[in-house]
DNA sequence: CATCACTTGAACTCATGGGTTCAAAATAGC
DNA sequence: GCTATTTTGAACCCATGAGTTCAAGTGATG
């Protein structure tokens, strides 16, 4: 075993990833901790050396993968800092990364997830959003710089923010069926570019 | 007890209520048989009586709830078939309606149970949406006639559906943290405009 | 080698809850 | 008023699962 994992970092670790993957499978009730120490590799005792108790355990896990979604997200937004002179283009560019990020399997089980359980953990809300709606606000900072450039219209970089995702997201999650259906890679970009097209007769610059 | 429920069809009724009710409270997994039975003011063998097992009294208060929901934005839809000369207002009174629906405490609690249970119960889409995508057909039929009168861009009235439903939606689920936070009626107002505004802008004729 | 921390499997406790049974009571229908 | 259908409450069976205990094992560290 010392091949796979060293030390209890790495335990720890293989508790928190199998547990996600349960409790993605099964929700949060249904989810067995035997079931999560089995496929952690781990006993279950030993689940319980590491989190005090199947509701920690959740948190744990659904922080960690939330946080590396967000960290996704946050960087698929980078080529907006510099967009070279085709704007539709690079907005095209991040739109697709985004929708190919919401379609993840493991981005709709977290979504799955927080639907399902923010009523018994409101905490998760703040967890997942990580202080602040940070990739709102990254979203709106590049929009808004874009602005200042005349690139696109001045009005409101944080209602822009909020329109794009809206176009972005809305239509995909009704097409995919609330992530159950996977859609061909071509709607995919059929759908990104629909969605810029629409935002940037509404706010780009004229 | 004849004064409030006559017949077994008022005691399945309220059955269904009090089911949808207490899953919505618990979520599919925690809510028990007896609790249901309780809220509905019923023993617990009546329930199994009316119902085989609590699976099936989840569809059938599923069903029964999101029927009367699609309904109601169905006929919030109603307006659009014939705007006075004021397209914007009629759009914008639209827009409040399908969002003060979607804000309501049982869409919210559909919403939940939809994305929570959609993994086991995958024969819940079919049933919410009732046959076909009733209430985004029922959407672009409305704006198919408005483009016909010249009043909207004809380009695709199925797209214009996706993006208006979606410019309405998005952003409310996000600013109402997925359900969890109620809106002041005056920023429902605000984003049944911006809305409305953005669509004008993309799919309003010149 | 000896110590210390961690892991393991298995067994155990205890609470919860789906679904059933049954005899008594209520209700519906005629 | 009489019969057939439902309803009711309470008890019951049984499976599942959270969390614990413990004795034996494993691994690092000095």
Redesign the interface.
Known sequence: MATISRGRIDKRRAILEGAFAVFA?L????AGVQDIADEAGVAKPTVYNHMTDKATLFRNAVEAVAQALLDERLAALEPLADPGDDLRSTLEGVADELLRLHTDDRSCAL??L???????F?DL?DIVKGGG?RL?QALADRLARLALQGRLRAADPD?AA??F???L???LE?RS??G?RALPEAELRSLAR??VR?FL???GAD
């Open positions: 499978r929700g949060y009730a249904r979504r799955r927080l639907y399902s359980e923010i009523l018994r409101p809300l709606p709102h209602e909020e329109q995702m809206a176009l997201v809305g239509p009704v069926e609330m159950t629909a969605a629409t007769v509404a706010w």
